[in-house]
DNA sequence: CTTTCTGCAAACTCTTTGCACTCGT
DNA sequence: ACGAGTGCAAAGAGTTTGCAGAAAG
């Protein structure tokens, strides 16, 4: 049962290493494909499982929403933005000893947490503040937005 | 457009309101059968979305697990027990309002946060701490708090 | 009456799986 | 060669939806 080195789970870790976006699967495959052609989506969830098993990657579950990879390892929460879909990263914004202690106290054994936060990233909030009234404001930087992850479908 | 009283959508929220077990969508629907023998499980969710809309419930969703609903409406946070898949409330675990404010410095607006603990509730702890000589395996899912009910459909 | 809601079943989305074949080791 | 891994397609789980008929206002 040892597990081998193939094209296929090199490529899926690759891709969800060197992503910042946080993709979904399907996203994963879409990118691989550039590297291995006819890899198909079963095998890439069969990777990520197995990837994210051996903590090499994480899940990152959203609310109605596709499963997300994350290849930073490092404890830390996520903002999603309802309105682009895109995922930030947080820098670790819960003091989770604290509460896990609390929790060990009471007899729970803490093996993971995940704290995620929903609202509107700061780009869509200031493409949501311009549109209304006369354009009085003659703030002209539009920072690009390109961040915006993918998320649904076309 | 207006929004109408039905035996259907008052038996979901009763039965919700009333459940201390964060029940799934088909928990519900096989609750609310006894007062209502041929609701349909799609009427249920419809309901059920709706009554999360109207914020007179709380969907809790959980990392590969199906949605629960949730009649307590105060902010307070989870754990999903991952031997028996029980799901505990916990007493607003986070302060939330200074993590919440240094996203909101950064450019961010929260509209909503799920802070979810994973790991082994107090009661399945201490079934294990007392072996009769067996060890664990990582698989399970046993109602112990009422919550897998699993029902055959074609 | 008019409009929303319901039951049913089919459709959908995301993810997993069985099987024969492929390719690491 | 052996068997874990792959591609494909089909199956599964969970949830949504189109429609004709039921029922609330």
Redesign the pocket.
Same mark, same amino acid.
């Given at each position: 049962?040892? =597990?081998?080195?193939?094209?296929?789970?090199a490529a899926?870790y690759d891709v969800v290493a060197a992503a910042h976006d946080h993709p &979904?699967?399907?996203d994963v495959c879409d990118r691989v494909r550039r590297q @291995? /052609?006819?890899? =198909?989506? $079963?095998? @890439?969830?069969?990777?990520?499982?197995?990837l994210v098993a051996q903590q090499q990657l994480r899940?990152v579950?959203l609310a109605?929403? /596709? &499963?997300r990879y994350d290849g930073m390892l490092a404890a830390h929460d996520h903002f999603l933005c309802e309105r682009c879909g895109s995922v930030a990263d947080l820098q670790q914004t819960m003091p989770s000893p604290m509460d896990s202690s609390r929790l060990l106290e009471s007899g729970y054994e803490v093996r993971a947490h995940a704290l995620t936060f929903y609202g509107v990233c700061p780009t869509c909030r200031r493409a949501e503040e311009k549109p209304l009234g006369r354009a009085r404001r003659t703030r002209s930087e539009e920072p690009a937005t390109a961040s915006a992850t993918r998320s $649904?479908?076309p």
């Open positions: 049962m040892k =597990s081998r080195r193939t094209r296929q789970l899926v &979904t699967a399907e @291995v /052609p006819r890899i =198909s989506l $079963g095998t @890439v969830y069969r990777n990520l499982q197995k899940a579950h109605d929403r /596709p &499963t $649904g479908r």
